[in-house]
């Protein structure tokens, strides 16, 4: 089980009924409670899944493809914040528009409803940002549709 999901688990046995009712929809709660497990435990195993699922190959898009990017402004919420005072709730940003206080996020998706968000860096995005945060999720033989952005 070396290199696996499964690998360091306490409860091997219980896997396959975690996968039943994940696939069924039951929230974690529900799984925690049917399955006599800690709600971390099945918060961790949950990911543990989905970055398996992941870094196989789960997550490429195809057919019309259709990407944007977003922006949002940067949270430092549980962190110490040194260089800048602290924002209260719905205080605007000393800069209006795109700007390096802003995390640019790449959404990306495919006519069959497959979704990917990406983060790819502050402010303007760049190409070469933008490659690397869903060049390898898009196949050759798709066909991306953006606005008119150079980038």
Known sequence: MTN???????YPEKWVKYFELMVDGYT??????RLYIHISTVFYWR?????ALR?????????????????????YKGCDVTHREPKKRATKDEKRGVSALKIAVVVTQDRNGNIIARKAGN???KE????AAIGG?????AVLCTDTAKN
């Open 55 to 75: 870094t196989h190959g789960f997550n490429l898009l195809e057919g019309i493809v259709e990407s944007n990017e977003t922006f949002f402004r940067e949270s």
């Open 128 to 131: 070469e940002e933008i490659d």
């Open 47 to 51: 990911h543990k899944i989905l970055n």
């Open 28 to 33: 974690l709660p529900k799984i925690a409670e």
């Open 137 to 141: 999720l898009i196949p050759k033989s």
């Open 4 to 10: 696996t999901p499964f690998s360091g688990s306490r």
């Open 123 to 125: 402010g303007r995005v």
